[in-house]
């Protein structure tokens, strides 16, 4: 397995329990009160931070295992790295998309702050998912 | 993305006919890593006719050699 393999495992290991992590500390507040009265940023803060740390720490450790592998990358790597960058984009794009109409329709800073948040995670997901299935499958892009 | 690729090559045999060249030595004098070279002779991944250049030079055989394209199609 290539180092930008690994880190696309780690990237998916860390990202999936992050979103886990967050709709634990939110929804049941939404359900349970207000969306004026829900505490959002600092469980945001914490999970944003903790993917961002989980990542690097992760990295570090799949470097580890193989210092020897860690620098090497070559086109099929840059090739399969760009389609799952493409993917994610797309979901980036909707999650943007989103926020705005929500602006527009002076929607809650929750529903606006989340519909970016949440686009961000679900990128990282498809786009690590992505690349994973491209390293493992028939993967050309011409 | 999936498109079955219409390339096929003799990597495999050029590599034992060359005394039996690991997947890991072809891979460092390509350039490339290991799990392409790998990818590259089960077929599923058609390299850039640049790369196919530098395989085919590391065997000293001509490009059709190592690398064929199925008749009929294309």
Known sequence: MTFLEKSNWVVLVVAVPTLLV????????????????????????????????????????????????????????????????????????????????????????????????????????????????????????? | MVKPTLVTNSIRALRFANGEMTQADLADRVGVTRQTIIAIEQGRYSPSLEMAFRIARVFRVPLDQAFQYSDGQG
């Open chain 1, 22 to 142: 967050y709709v634990a500390l939110v929804v049941p507040q939404v359900l349970g009160k207000p969306i004026s009265e829900v505490s959002w940023v600092q469980p945001m803060l914490i999970t944003i931070v903790g993917f961002i740390v989980a990542n690097i720490l992760g990295n570090v450790v799949a470097a580890a295992s193989n210092p020897g592998e860690a620098d090497k990358e070559d086109q099929r790597d840059r090739e399969i790295d760009h389609l799952g960058e493409r993917v994610g984009n797309w979901l980036i794009i909707a999650g943007s998309i989103a926020a705005l109409a929500l602006a527009m329709a002076d929607a809650d800073h929750f529903w606006i702050a989340n519909a970016i948040f949440l686009g961000g995670l679900a990128a990282s997901i498809v786009s690590s998912v992505t690349k994973i299935a491209a390293y493992h499958g028939p993967f050309q892009t011409w």
